[in-house]
């Protein structure tokens, strides 16, 4: 056994009297085996990096599962091991950790900003199950980050960029303060290594003058609990410097301004003895009012307990006090990571489900994120915000993010409290469902069944991503018809200003990628997602217009393939397309989809820039509306002899008075005319009207004209009009 892993083990067996030995020596070898010759950026042996996480896994006392998976964590994504080999050498747990941790590299996505959400999303799955997957994933990019000075320069950044908007914000929602902190710090260093190094070099200027100011005021508390006859730990600690740069940079003061560079830490062995400390200190310094905050009687989110309070010290010089008792001082620096009951040789916890029901909340509600944009957004207020804590009229606490109004907390109660919400009382007073709440605000939310649900304006008063995916959810359930209806307008709005036909709308490769892309499970989702006009709705648009865009220039959609269009003083004729161009040879000859012209239609020919000839029926509205410079193009064009023997597309509108069994007689008798259809879309106006627009493939005007005969004498029916787009 190498003498490294030795030192390690002793480290275990301080907080864990009977490891597995096997277990975290098989995983050690493994994994030094496996990333046998690999070297890491800096030149190092890769093997350092896995050997590094298990470190700091086994600095937050964490079990032996944790720590093997610590050792494996980059075998599957980095050497040919698979998740099969782990899981049959190592056992189930210790598989499904490494395979949480490990990256999706080997998938392709459409965009760095994707792979982030769907590993982000991936590791939450995982968390929600076993947290010990983000604890190792959290040690992973500690150990990167302090080893980040041999990346390139753009790569820091990233990396830094990242771990401060993602990973330190993850560590303290789940109270690991002790990697929060440091991350922090090493993503300052690379994001703005000047404001780094400038408060570097403050602190360590006047380090002396604040130790000693520390040393006086420990002495005196000190000399103050013995009066008190119980023990108590005293310790200075320092402010760290990310939380010194948002303080100097977010309220504009240099460090000289800012005093409360430090704070004591007081931790004594019951939550007694905490409320008599903090008497003491308050006799015998100033309490500065508003800068008390009792964590112990409301615990964060991220189980944080604390007794918080400023005072001014001598001289006036103001710095922080912290109590706590022994278990909360464990929990304030390990978070979730100290509640893991390796001792009793079992990954369960009674308490567990409770700690970690913020996770299961929070992906019920990104589920339909798809959209990388709001998936950060949501991801950042739900886990990242500072927290408010308010009371429901019963006395039950409710956590919302800062800045929540009475409808984020009657959302948060359940989604039924907040559709029926018609207003709410803040503290017994009548209140706007706008305002902002406040820390120890009492709300009570004021529905009736009646409401009619929530109004769209909510939308941009609510704080927080469970209440806006609420109320998008209502609106997506009740109103999903009107949605479809109006996506389908806007698609063929889309189509019809690209002069294409409606069978081009969602061609089956098209809509599968839209649907893989954005994670929808059907066309008509595609449609409901754009007419609810969403931020969703509007990247679907900008893909459907690219596609709409490649099936307008693509050369399957004309009847010959390009060919430069060439004048000739002879009056020689051409056939494109069964078109007969006058006075032009060998050029390309399209029939334009504004009006699909057939066989026997009166036509005329129309010059475009770089297109050759577009023929459109002689009443096309484009053509009678055409500018006088326009006119100037338009050009002789006639149908060939044999045009009647190829196929083409005429669009039908059906207006009927709508009942039942409508749509099916008018197919029936397409189908006993022998006429395939390209495309349906049926509607039914608020008046009961039924509009039918029908795509259809016929051969010429004069099948067309019969075509419309008979769908005239359906029952109901009351006009069948050839479109004109």
């Not at 706590?324 to 990571?337: P, Q, S």
Request: glycine content about 4%; hydrophobic content about 35%; overall charge neutral.
């Amino acid at each position: 056994m190498d003498e490294q892993f030795k030192e390690l083990l002793e480290e275990i067996k301080k907080y864990n009297s009977n490891p597995d030995v096997a277990l975290l020596q098989g995983a050690y070898e493994e994994a030094k085996l496996a990333h046998q010759g690999q070297k890491r950026k800096s030149g190092e042996p890769y093997f350092t990096h896995p050997f590094e996480v298990a470190k700091i896994l086994v600095s937050l006392n964490m079990d032996c599962e944790s720590i093997a998976a610590g050792f494996l964590h980059d075998v599957v994504e980095d050497t040919p091991k698979s998740y099969e080999d782990i899981k049959e050498k190592f056992g189930d747990d210790v598989a499904m950790l490494v395979e949480g941790v490990t990256k999706l590299a080997k998938i392709p996505f459409s965009s760095k900003e994707q792979q982030q959400v769907e590993n982000l999303r991936k590791m939450f799955l995982a968390m929600a199950s076993d947290v010990r997957v983000i604890i190792i994933k959290l040690a992973d990019r500690l150990h990167n980050m302090r080893t980040l000075k041999s990346m390139p320069e753009e790569k820091q950044r990233e990396k830094a960029k990242e771990t401060l908007d993602v990973y330190a914000p993850l560590a303290h929602r789940l109270g690991i303060s002790k990697i929060k902190w440091e991350l922090e710090d090493l993503s300052l260093k690379y994001l703005d290594p000047v404001a780094f190094r400038e408060i570097y070099e403050s602190i360590n200027q006047k380090k002396s003058e604040r130790d000693q100011f520390i040393a006086n005021v420990i002495q005196e508390i000190e000399e103050k609990i013995k009066e008190l006859n119980f023990d108590a730990h005293i310790e200075g600690r320092a402010k760290h410097f990310y939380s010194i740069f948002r303080k100097m940079y977010g309220q504009n003061k240099s460090i000289d301004e800012i005093y409360d560079l430090f704070a004591v830490r007081i931790i004594v062995d019951s939550i007694t003895e905490c409320y008599a400390v903090l008497g003491l200190v308050h006799e015998m310094y100033k309490p500065i009012p508003g800068r008390f905050k009792d964590y112990i009687a409301m615990p964060k989110p991220n189980m944080y307990q604390s007794l918080h309070t400023t005072v001014l010290g001598p001289n006036g010089y103001p710095f922080e006090v912290q109590i706590r008792t022994w278990e909360m001082h464990k929990t304030a620096e390990y978070g979730i990571a100290a509640h893991w009951k390796y001792k009793e040789g079992t990954t369960s916890n009674s308490n567990m489900d409770s700690k970690l029901e913020w996770i299961r909340q929070m992906l019920d509600i990104q589920s339909g994120l798809s959209d990388t944009e709001e998936f950060m957004k949501s991801l950042k207020i739900d886990m990242f915000s500072d927290e408010v804590f308010v009371f429901t009229p019963k006395g039950k606490v409710i956590s919302l993010p800062a800045g929540a109004c009475p409808i984020d907390f009657a959302y948060s109660i359940h989604s039924a409290i907040g559709n029926k919400m018609v207003g709410a009382k803040i503290n017994g007073k009548i209140a706007t469902i706008d305002q902002v709440l406040q820390n120890g605000d009492i709300v009570e939310i004021l529905t009736v069944p009646t409401a009619k649900g929530p109004s769209r304006d909510w939308l941009k008063i609510v704080k927080t991503s469970a209440a806006r995916s609420k109320i998008n959810q209502w609106f997506k359930a009740n109103y999903r018809d009107e949605h479809i209806q109006k996506g389908k307008e806007l698609v063929d709005k889309e189509i019809r200003r690209r002069e294409l036909s409606n069978m081009n709308a969602f061609k089956e490769e098209f809509s599968e990628s839209v649907m893989k892309r954005f994670g929808i499970k059907s066309v008509d989702d595609i449609y409901a997602t754009i007419g609810f006009e969403g931020p969703l709705s509007q990247k679907i648009m900008r893909k459907l217009r690219e596609e709409l865009d490649k099936l307008a220039e693509s050369p399957k959609e004309e009847h010959i393939p390009p060919v430069e269009a060439e004048h000739t003083k002879k009056n020689r004729k051409s056939t494109n397309g069964g078109v007969i161009v006058k006075g032009i040879e060998n050029c390309l000859v399209r029939l334009s989809r504004c009006c699909n012209p057939l066989p026997g239609d009166e036509i005329i020919g129309y010059i475009t820039r770089g297109r050759g000839v577009s023929v459109h029926r002689a009443d096309c509205t484009n053509v009678l509306n055409a500018t006088e410079e326009e006119k100037k193009r338009i050009i002789e064009v006639a149908w060939e002899e044999d045009a009647q023997n190829a196929s083409y597309v005429a669009d039908l509108r059906v207006t009927a008075m709508d009942r039942d069994g409508l749509l099916f007689e008018t197919m029936a008798e397409l189908s006993n005319l022998k006429v395939s259809t390209a495309a349906v879309n049926a509607r039914v106006t608020k008046e009961n009207v039924c509009i039918i627009e029908i795509s259809v493939i016929i051969t010429h005007s004069e099948q067309l004209i019969n075509v419309m005969n008979k769908l005239k004498k359906i029952s109901g029916v009351f006009e069948v009009t050839r479109t004109n787009h």
